[in-house]
């Protein structure tokens, strides 16, 4: 296997190659856990502490009631819920449909496919700012119904199924599968959608694990659009509760990182359990069949 740094060259440097690779390695590992710790500290310490201009590492006094005078005065429960119900109705619908268009792409093979693939692809190029504007006027007026999806789950779901990436990672994952295995399921009798169910899905259990973390953790730490098409307050998420509650109300600094912390342990241990299943996903659909 064909390195940047041949094996020859690891072994006659190998005290400066290990050296350069652990200091690389503890400060990537600090770039990314330390504003956690801080998080979490910052938490247990009081107002007053967080307050002095002298920054301290280690809380002077230790308050893990904070957490729980956050989930009660903040109202995190509502919103938690509100959270865990858009990102489980995303999820759903990203599922079906994605899985449908990226099916119909690879398999079914639609005049102008190509195209409409080439499309979806190089609305990747544009920045996801650029489509806020045209996103945020369709979902108040949307064309053909002419409804206003405004506070509703809607306005979250939508959009989010309308996303290339997923498509694309399915359609390529679709790709490797055999037609032989579908002809001989069409050749039983199975018809388009039988063979999508019974065939193509359970071989493509990686790839669905793949794109239902990204829906779930995408859809939870989304925070700008949900903050333009959910302005009551009631129907709001809760990153977007947070900011609000951080604006308008007198919530003290420790109770606040608290409730920032609870926002963020759902998601940081979907990764740290799914990882490997990210990782082993996105390279089974990279490998030839």
């Avoid at 893990?64 to 919103?79: C, T």
């Avoid at 995303?90 to 409409?116: C, E, H, M, Q, T």
């Avoid at 259990?205 to 794109?211: A, D, E, H, I, T």
Wanted: proline share 7%; glycine share 6%; aromatic share 12%.
């Amino acid at each position: 296997m064909r390195t940047l740094i041949s094996e020859t060259e690891i072994r006659r440097h190998r005290a400066l190659y290990f050296s350069v690779l652990g200091a690389v390695t503890i400060a990537f590992t600090l770039a990314f856990l330390f504003p956690v710790y801080w998080m979490v500290t910052g938490a247990l310490k009081s107002p007053v502490e967080l307050a002095q201009p002298v920054p301290t590492f280690i809380p002077e006094s230790v308050h893990p009631e904070s957490y729980a005078d956050a989930w009660n005065r903040m109202e995190i429960a509502r919103y938690f819920g509100n959270t865990v119900f858009y990102a489980f109705g995303g999820w759903l619908f990203i599922l079906v449909l994605d899985v449908a268009v990226a099916y119909a792409l690879s398999k079914l093979r639609p005049v102008l496919g190509n195209v409409i693939l080439g499309g979806m692809l190089a609305s990747l190029m544009l920045p996801a700012s650029a489509l806020l504007i045209p996103a945020y006027l369709t979902v108040t007026d949307v064309p053909l119904l002419g409804v206003n999806l405004l506070n509703t789950p809607w306005a979250l779901w939508l959009p989010a199924v309308a996303n290339a990436f997923n498509i694309y990672v399915l359609k390529r994952f679709f790709d490797q599968i055999p037609n032989d295995l579908l002809d001989a399921a069409a050749i039983d009798g199975a018809g388009r959608l039988r063979v999508l169910w019974s065939v193509v899905l359970p071989l493509s259990r990686p790839v669905l694990g793949v794109v239902s973390i990204f829906a779930i953790i995408g859809i939870w730490k989304d925070f700008l659009w949900p903050l333009l098409v959910l302005p009551e307050p009631a129907a709001q998420t809760l990153s977007v509760a947070l900011s609000r509650l951080s604006l308008t109300s007198q919530v003290p600094l420790n109770m606040m990182l608290a409730g920032l912390v609870i926002a963020s342990i759902p998601m940081i241990v979907i990764f740290l359990i799914f990882q490997r299943s990210i990782i082993g996903g996105l390279s089974a659909g990279a490998m030839k069949g």
